[in-house]
């Protein structure tokens, strides 16, 4: 290995801002899901004024993380840490309300606790709504992180960036795609595969509407891919598995892929 390269290297080092690792950043949203979904702890068991302290802790510990990555050097983070917590109440509510569409529609959920515990889809986007309010006031790089965090831990990539409803349904969800400026109403489903995209990836398209919207009432089967940011789904539509959708469909349609599947059965004689 060259001298020069590990010179390179030696620089390199030296001038990179320390930064919190992103376990550790994620460990921090994990914690405050624990702490609101008590489903999540082997054996919960805060008293009321322990609650409210682990609260500020967490408050406490978000401003660390965003003084420690640089978030805004002219903001107060402390204020900005503030807020959010102000804000988590509702963040529990709407979360509450994709918890309630899985539990509905779901013909395979057994209770609340089984979806909280072990649904991947309910952990992504509860991980999505952290992120998306902290991105919301502001803060960088930390909602890119989580989101990615939970990329990586379900295979479902949901853009802090993009805005989603309520009572959203994530059903298996292993490939789904949602871009940063995706729009999605209430009560819509998703299933594996779908892909929420733009048709363009070049990088004059930064700061666009590049990413469709779905309307309220909307499901999405397996394999779907829907691509860009003048495409809208209108309300209560279906969109069938494998379709290729990159134009506006009305309300209430259906949309799906035709094939001719052919079974050439054994020659018996």
Known sequence: MGEEFLQHLYEKQRHVEAVPSNKIIAEWAFNLLDLIYPERVASPSYTLSEIRTRFLQLENELVRLMDATKACKECNNQSIA?????????????????????????????????????YPGFLTISLYRIAHALLKLEVPLIPRILT?????????????????????????????VIGETTVIGNHVKLYQGVTLGALSVEKFMANTKRHPTLEDH?????????????????????????????????PGSTVYHQSTIKVIEPNRA
């Open 218 to 250: 909307v499901i999405i089967y397996a394999g779907a891919t829907i691509l860009g940011g003048d495409t809208v789904i209108g309300h209560d539509c279906v969109i069938g598995g494998n379709v290729w959708i990159t134009k506006s469909v009305p």
């Open 148 to 176: 990615e965090h939970a990329h990586s831990l379900t295979g479902i990539d949901i853009h802090p960036g993009a805005q989603v409803g309520e009572y959203l349904y994530i059903d298996h969800g292993t490939g789904i």
């Open 82 to 118: 503030r807020r959010f917590f102000e804000d988590v109440p509702e963040l529990y509510r709407i979360m509450n309300t994709d918890v309630e569409a899985i539990l509905n529609g779901d013909p395979a959920s057994i209770s609340t606790f089984e979806i909280i515990r072990t």
